[in-house]
């Protein structure tokens, strides 16, 4: 089938959140997004969905061995991890006000955030 693509829009996780794998056989385990795919809808969690890779000695890798690579997971087998409810949690979003630096100082600009549904605390990455 032509134009069997489907374009999820924009994901709610992103590169550099933290999230916890909620199915599959990597259930529980908390790792960083290292990229996200939003036409395929899938994402890199660091060190999660390991394939082991068997090469042969070749130019690059005289030695051959073993490579791990990370396979990526559906978004829907992931959540964005909560530190204050230490797990995969449901989030919501809110508008917060942030005082943007400008010349005339008093502006404010909404800004939307992520938030624990539970503790209503902030899921978006300091880093
Ligand atoms: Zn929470």
Same mark, same amino acid.
């Given at each position: 089938?032509?134009?069997?693509?489907?374009?999820?829009?924009?994901?709610?996780?992103?590169?550099?959140?933290?999230?916890?794998?909620?199915?599959?056989?990597?259930?529980?385990?908390?790792?960083?997004?290292? %990229?996200?795919?939003?036409?395929? !809808?899938?994402?890199?969690? $660091? +060190?999660?969905?390991?394939? /082991? &890779?068997?090469?042969?000695?070749?130019?690059?890798?005289?030695?051959?061995?073993?490579?791990?690579?990370?396979?990526?997971?559906?978004?829907?087998?992931?959540?964005?991890?909560?530190?204050?409810? %230490?797990?995969?949690?449901?989030? !919501?979003?809110?508008?917060? $006000? +942030?005082?943007?630096?400008? /010349? &005339?100082?008093?502006?404010?600009?909404?800004?939307?955030?992520?938030?624990?549904?539970?503790?209503?605390?902030?899921?978006?990455?300091?880093?």
């Amino acid at each position: 089938m032509l134009n069997s693509v489907v374009v999820v829009g924009k994901l709610s996780i992103r590169k550099n959140d933290q999230v916890q794998v909620i199915a599959g056989r990597e259930k529980g385990k908390v790792g960083k997004v290292l %990229s996200v795919d939003h036409v395929k !809808g899938r994402v890199v969690v $660091e +060190k999660t969905n390991m394939m /082991k &890779k068997h090469v042969k000695p070749n130019q690059k890798n005289p030695q051959g061995g073993v490579i791990e690579k990370e396979i990526p997971l559906h978004y829907s087998n992931v959540l964005l991890y909560c530190t204050k409810c %230490s797990k995969g949690v449901r989030h !919501g979003s809110k508008m917060t $006000e +942030k005082a943007a630096k400008g /010349k &005339k100082g008093a502006e404010k600009k909404a800004t939307k955030v992520r938030v624990c549904k539970k503790c209503d605390s902030s899921l978006e990455a300091t880093a």
